[in-house]
RNA sequence: GGCGAUUUAGUGUAGUGGCCUAGCACGCCGCCCUCUCACGGCGGAAACCCGGGUUCGAGUCCCGGAUUCGCUACCA
């Protein structure tokens, strides 16, 4: 079979896309690069009760940020348009239509509060072949009532005609076969007259038809409901062209049990959407990657390896080599824990690939954010700054916690670095250093360290003391980079200017009773 | 409850009957580097769900059980 491989991501504007939804958009981006296939984005529009306005735009607005590229959809066009399902109510109606005429459903006017009723009145009720017949439905009903009522504009739904005592297959790509006895199908509803739409079931496989879908990646929850979505095909008539099926491992809680849910985010401190989220109707702000400092490369690597691998041990790839080595053969068949931690050392080795100046690009806006003018210090400055602590961070914002010290002084010194290395005799010292800085002919690193560490041998004075001293007033602390590194950049003027500030502001802890 | 799926270190995973004294990565611990904190390098602790079977040989095949997850709506 050589037919064109053609998939589609199906999500519901129904909120903010979950990382989860995220992880099914690019398997099924991966797979159809793959396979020079297209990727379709059809909007599943279908439940009028739980739309969310801005839903539809976030989902775009995401899997653009992340490079998912959509060749067919809402946005896109296609041949095989419209790609919302609430704009295809017609092709429904048609289908539905084909389906009663065939025999294959049938029309049932039993409310929810009368089946809500049966369920408790009957345990494990399920209306299917053996209760079909004492409901309220054009199987059971004279079909001049049927008519009165439907004229009448009694509300009704269409449900699918399931025959019982037959094994389903279902063919997965990942799984292998799945058989599963017909009988413990119920009539699942297909249509609602309320608001003249169809359900998921057959919206889904009506336009995965029409949209000549090869192949169905979805989440493992589809599972369960896969026979189903083969019997339709198979009422239709389109069982020949039926697409191939993979259900993915759902992902789920990193600690703890169950899928991942957004208060797990919230609770261990980690995004569940890749974007931040503005809840229209209660006004709660969901955190995203993106503000988050995630780059969009790590996020899909990241994503890529939670349920499938290359099939050897390479872990850093970009979209493209993700793309060439993609396959369901190496798929796991296991939800996964979402490993978050892992998602920021991905973040923290993408951040090491990018070179300085566009990293100090990135440290503006953090930079005004403390209330620091980039213009005071100039491009070059903040590019040096960044390339001596880039190896040490994980995101964008933690250039803030290990680089601010060069662009203000400190606030405050570290107290137990004070009472470590600051003594009463440090003074004396420091302003001897000021003098030695002071008559440096030359400030860079290399040469001035060599004068100032022979000064402090010399002087018999102890290395660790001293330099950390000098580094506790420069910085603040004891951390950081090289400490000459340091003083070349910042500059002679700036550097004895913290340490006189030093001596006049830090007092040497009370000795000890 | 019913149905289905699932099961390798804390986590993500490699493994397609002998090359497995089970590999890689994250995390954790230690050492080195060193003026400090990191980075980096080196090293360490840590796993085949359980019970039967098949086989000369099982993490890998079969059976049973358990586990976990999902589904069980006029939601997707």
């Not at 704009?87 to 539905?96: F, G, P």
């Not at 914002?397 to 009472?419: I, M, N, Q, T």
């Amino acid at each position: 079979m050589d037919r064109e491989v053609r998939v589609r991501f199906a999500p519901s504007p129904t909120g903010p896309l979950h990382i989860g939804g995220v992880r099914t958009a690019l398997y099924n981006y991966l797979f159809a690069r793959r396979n020079n296939g297209k990727m379709i984005l059809r909007i599943e529009d279908t439940d009028s009760q739980r739309f969310v306005p801005g839903a539809e735009d976030y989902i775009n607005e995401a899997l653009g940020w992340l490079g998912i590229k959509i060749d067919e959809g809402v946005r896109e066009g296609g041949p095989y348009g419209p790609y919302k399902q609430s704009e295809r109510r017609d092709i429904y109606r048609e289908h539905v239509k084909m389906l009663l005429d065939r025999g294959k459903a049938y029309i049932a006017f039993d409310t929810p509060a009368e089946l809500e009723a049966k369920r408790n009145e009957i345990q494990n009720f399920q209306y299917d072949a053996s209760t079909r017949l004492s409901m309220r439905n054009s199987l059971s009903m004279p079909a001049d009532e049927v008519k009165r009522l439907i004229d009448e504009g009694t509300q009704y739904v269409v449900r699918f005609k399931i025959e019982p005592g037959r094994n389903v297959e279902v063919n997965d790509l990942i799984r292998g076969k799945v058989v599963i006895k017909s009988d413990i199908l119920d009539d699942k509803v297909l249509y609602k007259s309320a608001d003249d739409l169809p359900t998921y079931h057959l919206a889904n496989i009506v336009d995965d038809h029409l949209m000549k879908v090869s192949h169905v990646i979805r989440g493992e929850e589809w599972l369960p409901s896969a026979p189903l979505h083969v019997l339709l095909y198979e009422a239709f008539g389109w069982a020949d062209t039926m697409p191939e099926f993979v259900h993915l491992p759902l992902l789920l809680k990193p600690d703890g049990k169950g899928k991942l849910s957004k208060r797990d985010g919230d609770r261990l401190g980690f995004p569940v959407f890749p974007l931040e989220w503005h809840d229209p109707a209660s006004g709660n702000i969901s955190r995203g990657y993106r503000e988050s400092g995630y780059l969009p490369e790590a996020v899909v690597n990241f994503l890529a390896l939670l349920g499938w691998n290359p099939g050897d041990d390479t872990e850093v790839m970009s979209i493209d080599e993700l793309i060439a080595k993609f396959s369901f053969e190496h798929c796991s068949k296991a939800g996964a824990k979402f490993a978050y931690e892992k998602g920021k050392w991905f973040n923290h080795t993408y951040l090491q690939q990018l070179d300085d100046r566009a990293l100090a690009e990135l440290f503006i806006p953090v930079l005004k954010e403390h209330g620091v003018n980039p213009d005071d210090f100039g491009i070059d400055y903040i590019t040096r700054a960044v390339a001596m602590v880039k190896s040490r961070i994980s995101f964008v914002r933690d250039l803030w916690e290990h680089a601010g010290f060069f662009f203000v002084d400190p606030e405050s010194y570290d107290p137990k670095a004070v009472k470590k290395r600051w003594s009463e005799d440090t003074p004396r010292i420091m302003n001897e250093l000021i003098a030695q800085l002071e008559a440096l002919p030359d400030f860079s690193a290399k040469p001035s360290e060599e004068v100032i560490l022979k000064w402090i041998t010399d002087n018999g004075y102890h290395m660790g003391n001293v330099m950390n001293a000098f580094r506790l007033a420069v910085v603040g602390e004891c951390k950081g980079p090289h400490m000459f590194e340091i003083t070349e950049l910042m500059g002679r003027e700036k550097t004895i200017e913290r340490i006189k500030k030093a001596i006049e502001n830090i007092k040497p802890d009370e000795p000890a009773l």
